[in-house]
């Protein structure tokens, strides 16, 4: 059974830096994207970053280099590092894996998020 499970999340001041893991189990080297979503209240979802089949990293909103994604050999845990976060950042965050493979990054497991709120 796939879980994925989001930590790191919390409340910080604008100019902050925070850390977002993911842990997921039963997915040992099967994923073919690790990606980084994150919703604002009132805003659709939105991808942030992703890590593709052969551990490049793309980033999808314009975080300016604030971001960084990053995963383990065994493709179990992904992390997003944010720093110089800002209000616009306030927003709950998503991790997602695809495994399934494909053209194109297919998200078919997504973990509960955790909320990132940043103040001014």
């Known amino acids: 059974q796939v879980r994925l499970a989001e930590s790191g999340g919390g409340s910080v001041q604008s100019g902050g830096s925070l850390r977002l893991s993911c842990a997921a189990s039963?997915?040992?080297?099967?994923?073919?994207?690790m990606a980084w979503f994150r919703q604002a209240p009132g805003k659709e979802r939105e991808e942030v970053a992703h890590i593709d089949y052969f551990g490049s990293a793309h980033y999808a909103v314009p975080i300016e280099g604030r971001f960084t994604i990053s995963q383990d050999n065994a493709k179990t845990y992904w992390y997003l590092q944010m720093n110089s976060l800002n209000p616009d950042d306030t927003a709950m965050y998503y991790c997602?894996?695809?495994?399934?493979?494909?053209?194109?990054?297919?998200?078919?497991?997504w973990g509960q998020g955790t909320q990132v709120t940043v103040s001014s």
């Open positions: 997602a894996a695809d495994t399934r493979g494909g053209d194109s990054c297919d998200y078919n497991y």
């Open positions: 039963g997915i040992a080297y099967r994923a073919y994207c």
